[in-house]
């Protein structure tokens, strides 16, 4: 596991074809841009140690969710 710090407009570049950038912060939410080949799933997990995850497909164009 990474922890890393970023600041809004900022880019983290998983591989040559995935960045994830931060949007905006406020004090209880971060808004994400994921940038991902059509193929990959993403997990939303609102709690994670229950393994309770929506998983939300990604097709080509921007997808905002909730």
């Given at each position: 596991?990474?922890?890393?710090e970023r600041?809004?407009?900022e880019?983290?570049?998983?591989?040559?074809?995935?960045?994830v950038t931060v949007i905006s912060l406020s004090t209880d939410?971060?808004?994400l841009r994921l940038k991902v080949p059509s193929n990959v799933s993403?997990?939303?997990c609102e709690f994670?140690?229950?393994l309770d995850?929506?998983?939300?497909?990604v097709s080509?164009?921007?997808t905002v969710l909730p």
């Open positions: 596991m990474i922890i890393l600041r809004a407009n880019d983290v570049v998983l591989d040559e074809q995935s960045t939410r971060v808004k993403i997990q939303r994670p140690e229950t995850c929506e998983a939300v497909l080509s164009g921007d």
